[in-house]
């Protein structure tokens, strides 16, 4: 009977043992996972790209870019990151270390080609956009005005294919990319990387992570002066260089 419940205490010690161990490698991987933040860049181009949703593969855990492209994920080290977005080729980017990542997305070929040459990225949506309305019929830029509901002259099914459809959609992601390039083209005229370098001595290598968190929203550098801007800059590299410091 003493050897039957002896038996029985180990069992018991043995299992009460393996979920200890359980319980602390998951806590250990959970204590790993730390903040990632990034920027999502159109390959090419300096246009940041909004609403892209980064999908932490292992988590399930997803966010979308914001209006400069930027986002924050909670990764752990060797996760596997999974980046999509309508109009760009989907990819997927493995987790090695905590710094700043900047992800580089390639426009698709499922519209009617356009050629991507020097001009300005802004310029190149806005192209795409009109060979793909073109193509598509859609001729209000996926908005259509509420006189097509009209029974006298209007047209309700136009105005429900560009309100609800896929191309009515597409047609509005492609001319909100136009107006976010065209807004980050206009930051780089008072933020750019001859300028930076020009006031502060900053490695070229480091010019993408500075510019990712330090860069001002638009409305601040058109009311500053030269002497404003330079200023900001030299202070953000001084704090830049502290919390890059081993």
Do not use: H
Not at 4 to 9: D, V
Not at 117 to 124: D, G, H, I, P, V
């Amino acid at each position: 009977m003493i050897g039957i419940l002896l038996k029985m205490n180990l069992t018991f010690a043995l299992r009460i043992i393996v979920v200890l161990m359980f319980v602390a490698i998951s806590s250990s991987m959970a204590q790993t996972a730390k903040p990632l933040r990034g920027a999502i860049l159109q390959d090419g181009t300096k246009a940041r790209i909004e609403q892209v949703e980064v999908r932490n593969q292992r988590s399930g855990q997803m966010v979308y870019s914001d209006k400069l492209g930027l986002f924050e994920l909670a990764c752990n080290i060797g996760d596997t990151l999974e980046i999509q977005r309508i109009g760009y080729q989907s990819m997927k980017t493995r987790v090695q270390s905590f710094t700043n990542m900047v992800i580089r997305l390639k426009l698709t070929n499922q519209l009617k080609e356009v050629a991507i040459t020097s001009k300005l990225a802004s310029q190149n949506f806005r192209e795409i956009s009109n060979a793909y309305s073109k193509e598509k019929g859609v001729f209000y830029g996926g908005k259509p005005p509420i006189g097509l509901l009209s029974p006298f002259g209007g047209s309700p099914i136009t105005f429900f294919y560009e309100l609800l459809g896929k191309d009515g959609r597409r047609v509005r992601r492609l001319n909100q990319l136009a107006k976010q390039a065209a807004k980050a083209e206009e930051i780089d005229r008072y933020f750019n990387d001859l300028i930076i370098q020009q006031t502060v001595p900053i490695d070229s290598a480091q010019l993408e992570a500075f510019k990712l968190k330090y860069t001002p929203k638009l409305d601040k550098l058109k009311k500053w002066s030269e002497y404003d801007r330079a200023n900001y800059i030299k202070s953000s590299f001084e704090e830049f260089k502290k919390s890059n410091q081993p």
